[in-house]
């Protein structure tokens, strides 16, 4: 299947600090997903966002298909921004539609 | 409430008991699909359904059954849970295809004893 490699593998902030979040992969894809796994484990859905750029708040996202990754901003980070982001592709061609997920970015934010 | 809902929430058992891990969605979606999410894995698809009495196996199926009558209901059963089906289990739909964006329960977490 289509590897996700996701990056960095642990991030530390404090309050009101920016950061961004890096997914690459290995085949062209018809989806892309980022999720945040909040610390009661559900994962919410951020953005569906196989190409181009889309902002919701205080977050934002960039994929380029072309060049195979995906990149998440967030910005002036909050407490309530710690937990687990998580990149998930479906490969283009796939008539199922699964999700192939990364391994994850952990974030914690300090007040 | 509308959405997707798993229930139990919190499952602890015993090794050789049956679990049934329910999963129910109010938009009608024709995919639906269990994912295990565990440490050092992350989450790997356990079986999937493109529709009612429609079913196949994902990446890790061994040691689990599932059902689908009907399309908003999409059963996963462990028919003699083992240790290593402790897991955090995660249910999910989608309505078109397979771009479409999925949509993920708030997940069962099963302990096997």
């Known amino acids: 299947g289509i590897q996700v490699e996701q990056s960095p593998p642990d991030l530390i902030l404090q309050e009101g600090a920016n950061s961004t979040l890096r997914c690459n992969f290995s085949?062209?894809?018809?989806?892309l997903q980022w999720f945040h796994q909040n610390p009661w484990g559900q994962l919410i859905n951020l953005f569906y966002i196989p190409s181009g750029t889309k902002q919701n708040g205080r977050l934002s996202a960039t994929t380029v298909a072309t060049e195979r990754y995906s990149l998440l901003y967030i910005s002036s980070s909050q407490t309530t921004d710690s937990g687990v982001y998580f990149c998930a592709v479906v490969n283009r061609g796939s008539t199922l539609g699964r999700l192939y997920f990364g391994r994850g970015t952990q974030l914690t934010v300090w007040p | 409430d509308a959405g997707i809902t798993q229930s139990p929430r919190y499952k602890i058992t015993e090794t050789g008991r049956q679990v049934t891990l329910m999963c129910h969605q109010t938009w009608s979606h024709s995919y639906m699909f269990w994912y295990r999410q565990d440490l050092g894995h992350g989450l790997r698809l356990i079986y999937y359904s493109a529709a009612a009495d429609i079913t196949d196996k994902g990446e890790v199926p061994d040691g689990y059954v599932v059902s689908r009558s009907k399309t908003e209901n999409f059963p996963l059963t462990l028919e003699s849970a083992t240790r290593s089906q402790t897991s955090v289990y995660f249910c999910?739909?989608?309505?078109?295809?397979?771009?479409?964006?999925?949509?993920f329960g708030p997940g069962t977490r099963l302990l096997v004893l």
């Open positions: 999910a739909s989608r309505s078109g295809g397979a771009g479409e964006t999925q949509y």
């Open positions: 085949d062209s894809v018809n989806n």
